[in-house]
């Protein structure tokens, strides 16, 4: 045991520190969290002020620390993230609280896990708004358009990820996100609603379904492709 | 919201601990990247803690909760992760990592991983508390809000824990 202890001694001094410039960074994103702390304000809306709030959160250069507070701070904020396609605060998810979280992330892992998470966000809204239906081409062409720059990003992560050499973390999020994908295509298609929905709910939800359906099947050749690596990892 | 003075001595803070925190996450986590992602995260939920007009008695030991609890959930959220995988993602594919210094220390980190992952979260939050962060049992006390003496009892118990781990050579 002393020789274990000696080694997580001598591991510990020799471990590089944490990078300056990263100190640094974080230390400056915190400063300037506290000089515009009057932002994060915006939580509690009033109707009367709203439009102008909006306007300078998203004219201002968003600094991850101060969008995190956006995240945490509630009233508004909270409301936002159960905002659907179509509702005033929707944006405000999407655009702000979002892009936030993504930019709290540095390591490639992170970032692919968060896009694969808003790649299944952006399906379970589509299945709400079908439940309620609500679905139509309009919030259909918007999420569908969402979904695929998850899905585009998350691949470009994935191959970064490659690249790196971090096969089983590539498959984890690949696979995570094609199993959100079945989840959706597999979710029992109410009849009776839909007889009551009428065409528009119908065509929306189905012409959605084929386009992820392409995604996925994109998505089996990647995790086909990176098993290969992980098969030829292997063997060396 | 925080005033000047506040402010001033929560960035103090942050000077002071962000080294040490960054050191205790990277020892639980064994990844450059996540334990810097972690280390932000746990200024920015203290800070957020405070500027709720919440009181902290000891900062220094809650933000050392903060990192803990983070730490725990990460580890979560990666349990499906084997023992290969940890043990494969090592430091040597982080950036800097070419001279020999670089390559032994490398070694000895992986070496360290291969026996902590195997302990229970509590041991290893103990052990790396006391043999990594260097606090002692009042510290380790304050932060896990028990008594110096219970704290003294569980460095002790993970120490023992730690060697019925070991391999007996």
Redesign the interface.
Known sequence: MEQFLFKLKKAKEGNPPLRAEIKQEVRTELRRFFDKSEVVRVAPVTHHSIHSRLRTLFLRPMPIVLALALILSGGATAAARHAEPGDFLYPIKVNVIEQARAGLSFSTEAKAQWEEHRAEERLKEAAELETKGELNAENRTDIEGRFNSHVARVRDLVAELRAKGNTQAALSVESALEASIQRHLDLKVDVRAEAEHGNEVRQAAHELRDNIRDSLKGLGELRLDIQTDDRDDSDE | ??DSKA?EA??KA??EL??AI??HC??RVY????A??L???T??KV??YC?NGNTIEYLKAFIYQTANNLIIDESRKRK??SLE?LL??SPA?EP?HDTR?DI??DM??T??KK?MVDLDPETQQL?TYR??DDLGPREIAEILQITPNNASVRISRA?QT??AH?PTS
């Open positions: 919201m925080l402010r929560f960035l942050y000077d962000a080294d960054y050191r990277f020892f990844s450059q990247a996540r810097e992602d280390m932000q995260e200024f920015i800070w957020h500027s499906e992760e995988v494969e993602n594919s800097s210094a032994e220390q000895l980190v070496d360290i026996v052990l043999f990594i120490l730690l060697k070991l």
